[in-house]
C-alpha cells in the first residue's frame, strides 16, 4: 500500500473519528454468564472491525491502539495489563478478517474473516492468558494465582488450575465474543460503509 495514497486528510479524520467511537463503546462492557466477572464484553471492536473493512487492515492496527491509548491516559484499572492485552487480542481478531475481506468484499468474504479472526484471537487469547495475562495480573495486584483459579472454580467447577481456567472460562469468552462482535459488524456494516468510503 502507499503510504501517500493511505494517509490522506480523509482518511486520518476517519480513523479518528472511528477512535474515539471504539474508545466510547469501550467504556460501557457487561459480564458474560458463567463467565469470571473481571472478562467484560464491550463493542469496541465491532468499531474497529468496521474501519477495517472499510480503510485496511492498517487502519485496524491504528484504531485499536488508538483506543486503547485514549483508555490508558483516561485512566485504567488494570495497571494497564487490560489495555495491553485488549490491543493484543483486539489485533488477532480485527486484522485477520480486515486482511480476508480486503481480498474478497463479499459476504461470504466477511463471514471467513470473522471465523479466521475468532479462531486466531481464542488462539491468542489462550496463549496471552496463560503465559502473559494472567501471571501479570497476580504480579500487579499482589493476588495469588490461587485465588485467581478460585474465581473461575466458583462459577465453573471444572476449573482446577490455571490450564483448565484458560480452556473453560477465557476460551468460552472469547468465542462468545467473537461470535457477538462479528455478527453486530455484520449486521452494521454495509447500512454505515457508505459513510466510510476513500473517495
Known amino acids: 500500500m502507499n503510504s501517500n495514497k493511505f494517509f490522506t486528510t480523509a482518511t ?24 469470571p466477572p473481571f472478562y467484560s464484553l464491550d463493542f469496541s471492536e465491532v468499531a474497529v472491525l468496521i474501519g477495517g473493512f472499510s480503510l485496511g487492515p492498517l487502519a485496524a492496527v491504528i484504531i485499536e491502539a488508538l483506543k486503547n491509548i485514549l ?37 461470504k468474504g466477511a463471514i471467513i474473516g470473522f471465523i479466521v479472526g475468532g479462531a486466531i484471537m481464542t488462539l491468542v487469547g489462550v496463549i496471552m492468558n496463560y503465559f502473559v495475562l494472567l501471571p501479570a495480573y497476580s504480579v500487579f495486584f499482589k493476588l495469588d494465582m490461587d485465588k485467581i483459579i478460585a474465581i473461575g472454580t466458583a462459577i465453573v467447577p471444572l476449573i482446577k488450575d490455571k490450564l483448565t481456567f484458560v480452556l473453560l472460562a477465557t476460551t468460552p469468552f472469547n468465542i462468545v465474543k467473537s461470535i457477538v462482535i462479528g455478527t453486530v459488524t455484520f449486521v452494521l456494516y454495509k447500512h454505515i460503509s457508505p459513510l466510510l468510503k476513500k473517495n
Open 12 to 35: 486520518i479524520a476517519k480513523i479518528a473519528i472511528i477512535s474515539a467511537i471504539s474508545y466510547v463503546l469501550m467504556l460501557f462492557s457487561f459480564p458474560i454468564p458463567f463467565i
Open 71 to 107: 483508555k490508558a491516559m483516561t485512566g485504567t484499572n488494570t495497571a494497564y495489563v487490560g489495555e495491553l492485552a485488549n490491543f493484543i487480542i483486539g489485533c488477532a481478531l480485527c486484522v485477520p478478517a480486515s486482511i480476508i475481506y480486503k481480498k474478497n468484499k463479499t459476504k
